[in-house]
């Protein structure tokens, strides 16, 4: 099964950009597609956004416009550009994949249609 690994999460202030990169550990990663999800604790699981293997988007309304997601299948890899950071944006980000494509966001942004999770990164923003 693939493994994921996300790197880059960290400090920043209010207004920073971040990005988050996903490294796959195989190459099924180029038709799997791939969310990005956060969690504050004692909160649910949040989906951000998710990316197909075609290069389809799905976004939560909470990030379009600050955040971008893209896939360098090449690399196997993912990443989430986060910009205009806010204080709550502090969480713990995730990346996931499934060999799976979705017709619509609401589905692609559920954490339970995910098979595979990465150990997460913390992004904290503070002043």
């Known amino acids: 099964q693939v493994q994921l690994a996300e790197s880059g999460g960290d400090s920043v202030e209010p207004g920073g950009s971040l990005r988050l990169s996903c490294v796959a550990s195989?190459?099924?990663?180029?038709?799997?597609?791939m969310g990005w999800f956060r969690q504050i604790p004692g909160k649910e699981r949040e989906g951000l956004m998710a990316?197909?293997?075609?290069?389809?988007?799905y976004y939560a309304p909470s990030a379009k416009g600050r955040f971008t997601i893209s896939r360098d299948n090449a690399k196997n890899t993912g990443y989430l550009q986060m910009t205009s950071l806010k204080l709550e944006d502090t969480a713990m980000y995730y990346c996931?994949?499934?060999?799976?494509?979705?017709?619509?966001?609401?589905?692609?942004?559920?954490?339970?249609?995910?098979?595979?999770w990465g150990q997460g990164v913390q992004v904290t923003v503070s002043s």
């Open positions: 996931a994949a499934v060999q799976a494509v979705f017709a619509f966001a609401a589905e692609a942004l559920r954490p339970d249609k995910y098979s595979t």
């Open positions: 195989d190459n099924a990663f180029s038709t799997a597609t």
């Open positions: 990316i197909s293997p075609g290069g389809a988007l």
